[in-house]
């Protein structure tokens, strides 16, 4: 292994970057993604140029992402517009392109070192955590952003990821290579400097293990979560829309005396609700007094077209919409999904590809249209329940940290609406870590209900109450847990991992406190 490191150290960050994305779900084997970011360390700091300090940050990231996002390869085999083996490419491709971030931010560090004459391991490793936040905020908001999989989820396993309540998502990747550099000095045997590293990690740990979870009060509102196991594959066929709607009709139950909040999945219907009072006296239809049901379902709009004398409507636009629907058939809510997958929902440049042969991955002609962002919708009280706000994050909105609730409407939960039968095993495990986190950064429960799995209700301080495995057809009853107060990451968003990052640079420009000697580092 010394050998591959000294004789060939692009291959060895190559490898180490693969090995690393071990510590994501499904397979959480963070203690790895310690080692490797620890040997990712190792070579940054010996790398004799700017070129080598980039180029060995690039292609850890190209190895990390490659592995990690996979399961977008399992995308590409329901769209016949594009042949499927593309999906295997447009993980490469992505891959190719988000490691210029933690390329970024190890010639950030190995820059910053040089330029502030910041000798010294203990030195590099702190310019690394601070750089590593700043690249993975670019990232998330860069070209409409790419924020999945962010170095902290990593920490999920572990009672380390409570401390996202303050410094937030951002702030947790610090920490994971913070905790990388302490391995890497424990190995260098500079036992004192490791221990300090670590041992505020351990307190934050134990913090995060002896936290109380929230618990769900006997009165609470009553919710019902339908995972009806319709793949993707399924999901468009005019042949079974009857069917598929008598699975969610079953799923959903018969009315009870307590009023009830039903969830459906994103897109759960091929309805135009606003346009269809057919298919709202249906979904009422399984509505008892004072229930409420959340569905996705899609918004059109159309224009007006001449056609050599005659004008006929064509599709212009959609939203990726959630309703609510009452029991007496009234639509008394929508909200409009506002950050789209580009090449999923839309096509980018669209004029310039579609004539090359690429399309969006999800089916249909025309683009979706952005919503204006977070907002709360009104619940109205009923016998038996208080009114209530619900913030909705539609899907893939859910990994925006710091960006998922609407700060003059606080709402007192989150839904989250999704579509995880594209994403194979991978990809549905992931989105539930990313949404555990969100839970715990605003200190909000949050209910998410998917086609597939995996469907869950999470309290607000990120713990799984109650869940659906991958494909299961099944429900899930629950009382609504309740929200906590505001969070310091909830008051102040992302200016708390920002500050973090600016305390770390200012931490490694002091030199004495932190000084090992030369021989030493």
Known sequence: MKALIERHPKLATLLAGFLSATGFAPLSLWPITLICLALLIHLIERAPDRRAAFLRGWLFGVGHFTLGLNWIAHAF?????????????????LSLYLAIYPGLATLGAWWLRGRLKADGALRFILLLAACWIGTEYLRATLFTGFAWNPLGVVWMPTGVALAATVIGTYGLGALVILAA???????????????????????????????PA?????????????????GQDEKYSAELEQAHFRTLAALSGKPRPAPRLIFWPEAAIPAYLDMEPAWRDRLAGLLGPGDLLMTGATKVYFRQQDKGGYSENVLAGANNSLWIVTPDARLIGRYDKAHLVPYGEYLPMRSILQPIGLSRLVPGDADFWPGPGPQSLSLPATPGRPALNMGVQICYEIIFSGQVV???HRPAFLFNPSNDAWFGSWGPVQHLAQARLRAMEEGLPIIRATPTGVSAVIDARGHVLHALGLNRAGFLDSGLPPALDPTPFARIGNWAPLTLMLLLFAVALLRRPIAMRRGNS
């Open 77 to 93: 085999t329901f769209q016949d517009s594009m042949p499927h083996w593309f999906g295997y490419g447009a993980v490469i491709v």
């Open 181 to 211: 550099g302490a391995c890497l000095l424990a190995a260098r045997r500079h036992h004192r400097a490791a221990a300090a590293m670590i041992a505020p990690l351990l307190i934050v740990a134990l913090w995060g293990w002896l936290s």
């Open 214 to 230: 929230p618990a769900t009060p006997p009165g609470a509102p009553r919710i019902r979560v339908v995972q009806p196991n319709i």
């Open 406 to 408: 609407d700060p003059a």
